[in-house]
């Protein structure tokens, strides 16, 4: 079991910035690929972000392609969604997630995901 709780969500104004963080507990994160998602207020959840488990390959959709970036210290079994140019549009309730998958495309789907934390809300203000 993988127990992960995400931190660092708030309120921000449009070009400023977040840094959301992903606590992991139970198991060595490692041996896990990690996964950001989004989900907004009436839309489905999305894909943000994906890391491989020692941070080699990452893999980025195209809405925060160049404003955001994904990393992740497994000293700390914590990873990390550094947010910049932030837009009204990036509000949502922003979820980390651990896989065991290992091919870079297998980290955008959810169903290659097993353990999800609670999310935390961003919210972005014009």
């Known amino acids: 079991q993988v127990q992960l709780v995400e931190s660092g969500g708030g309120p921000v104004q449009a070009g400023g910035s977040l840094r959301l963080s992903c606590a992991a507990s139970?198991?060595?994160?490692?041996?896990?690929?990690m996964g950001w998602f989004r989900q907004a207020p009436g839309k489905e959840r999305e894909f943000v972000a994906g890391i491989s488990g020692i941070g080699y390959m990452t893999l980025y959709a195209d809405a925060v392609k160049g404003r955001f970036t994904i990393s992740r210290d497994n000293t700390e079994n914590t990873g990390f969604l550094q947010m910049n140019s932030l837009k009204p549009e990036d509000t949502a309730v922003y979820y980390c997630?651990?896989?065991?998958?290992?091919?870079?495309?297998?980290?955008?789907?959810?169903?290659?995901?097993?353990?999800w934390g609670q999310g935390t809300q961003v919210t972005v203000s014009s």
């Open positions: 139970g198991r060595t994160i490692s041996s896990y690929g």
């Open positions: 997630a651990a896989t065991r998958a290992i091919a870079r495309l297998a980290y955008r789907p959810e169903q290659s995901y097993s353990y």
